[in-house]
T-cell receptor
Framework: DGGITQSPKYLFRKEGQNVTLSCEQNLNHDAMYWYRQDPGQGLRLIYYSQIVNDFQKGDIAEGYSVSREKKESFPLTVTSAQKNPTAFYLC????????????FGQGTRLTVV | QKEVEQNSGPLSVPEGAIASLNCTYSDRGSQSFFWYRQYSGKSPELIMSIYSNGDKEDGRFTAQLNKASQYVSLLIRDSQPSDSATYLCAVNGDSNYQLIWGAGTKLIIKP
């Protein structure tokens, strides 16, 4: 079955630590996205990538980094510079030829301990 | 700054009634409009897409688009407790790759 896989489902980070969230898709989609969602809030765009080896900052990129070395993979690193990283992180992808419909992974819940 | 606005709710509707969810958007050039449902702790799932003015029906769901007034709505007929969720409105943004998201409306269906 085609889809998007995020791992891990739950992640705990210590103060000052970098952590990496994985996102893999087998939908052959060109575009991939990372969103952050805080309780009771909507989706805020962190980074997006339209093509391999290229990515753009979203609205809240500070304290995060990404890479896009393969079409299928778009990992997100939450660095120690992100002072309030506790949130629900969602990875999504779109096929631009299907009018922007976004497919989501199951999400990663990150907690600072 | 392109925006999508939704009433955060919660919107409480009796079981079996019609739930009406509304969304307004600021960019007159928007072409694609989506409604996603998100259960607590889960990822959003697409339930309706609409691209032209008028109504689009799919089972108990009807999406309505009015580009002149810049709003899109979602009607849920014969509401069920399983419809209780947050409903997110999304509108295409600056390019074919980005969606602008509303903050969502929390819907509660009371048995």
């Amino acid at each position: 079955d085609g889809g998007i896989t995020q791992s891990p489902k739950y992640l705990f980070r210590k103060e000052g630590q970098n952590v990496t969230l994985s996102c893999e898709q087998n939908l052959n989609h060109d575009a991939m996205y990372w969103y952050r969602q805080d309780p009771g809030q909507g989706l805020r765009l962190i980074y997006y990538s339209q093509i391999v080896n290229d990515f753009q900052k979203g609205d809240i990129a500070e304290g995060y980094s990404v890479s896009r070395e393969k079409k299928e993979s778009f990992p997100l690193t939450v660095t120690s510079a992100q002072k309030n990283p506790t949130a629900f992180y969602l990875c999504a992808s779109t096929d631009v030829w299907r009018s922007d419909e976004a497919f989501f992974g199951q999400g990663t819940r990150l907690t600072v301990v | 700054q392109k925006e999508v606005e939704q009433n955060s709710g919660p919107l409480s509707v009796p079981e079996g009634a019609i739930a009406s969810l509304n969304c307004t958007y600021s960019d007159r050039g928007s072409q694609s409009f989506f409604w996603y449902r998100q259960y607590s702790g889960k990822s959003p799932e697409l339930i309706m897409s609409i691209y032209s003015n008028g109504d689009k029906e799919d089972g108990r769901f009807t999406a309505q688009l009015n580009k002149a007034s810049q709003y899109v709505s979602l009607l849920i007929r014969d509401s069920q407790p399983s419809d209780s969720a947050t409903y997110l409105c999304a509108v295409n943004g600056d390019s074919n790759y980005q969606l602008i998201w509303g903050a969502g409306t929390k819907l509660i269906i009371k048995p």
